[in-house]
């Protein structure tokens, strides 16, 4: 799903910097800051809810292997996980 945004310039200027200085895209950077913070909200459930209840989409999504993940397959999209990723493959060049 395509979306489109509204930044404030402060806002975009730092999204770029962040984005040109750890090599990752802006799409990654708002899919990972939204996920974070929707399942963060949904912690905070309303008086009355089940505050240990789990979306159907995030299990849904978590079942898929999707969650921390922009290609689609289960590989985590943690920096972590990237790094040691990134690690292995220069090892493997040389």
Same mark, same amino acid.
């Given at each position: 799903?395509?979306?489109?945004?509204?930044?404030?310039?402060?806002?975009? /200027?730092?999204?770029?910097?962040? !984005?040109?200085?750890? #090599?990752?895209?802006?799409?990654?950077?708002? /899919? %990972? !800051?939204? +996920? %974070?913070?929707?399942?963060?909200?949904?912690?905070?459930?309303?008086? +009355?809810?089940?505050?240990?209840?789990?979306?159907?989409?995030?299990?849904?999504?978590?079942?898929? #292997?999707?969650? +921390?993940?922009?290609? +689609?397959?289960? /590989?985590?999209?943690?920096? %972590?996980?990237?790094?040691?990723?990134?690690?292995?493959?220069?090892?493997?060049?040389?």
């Amino acid at each position: 799903m395509a979306l489109s945004i509204r930044l404030p310039a402060s806002i975009e /200027q730092a999204l770029d910097a962040y !984005c040109a200085s750890h #090599g990752l895209s802006k799409s990654h950077v708002v /899919q %990972e !800051c939204l +996920g %974070e913070y929707l399942v963060s909200r949904n912690n905070d459930a309303p008086a +009355g809810g089940d505050s240990t209840a789990i979306s159907a989409n995030y299990t849904a999504m978590k079942r898929a #292997g999707i969650l +921390g993940s922009v290609r +689609g397959d289960p /590989q985590s999209a943690t920096k %972590e996980a990237v790094r040691e990723r990134a690690l292995a493959r220069l090892k493997g060049k040389s």
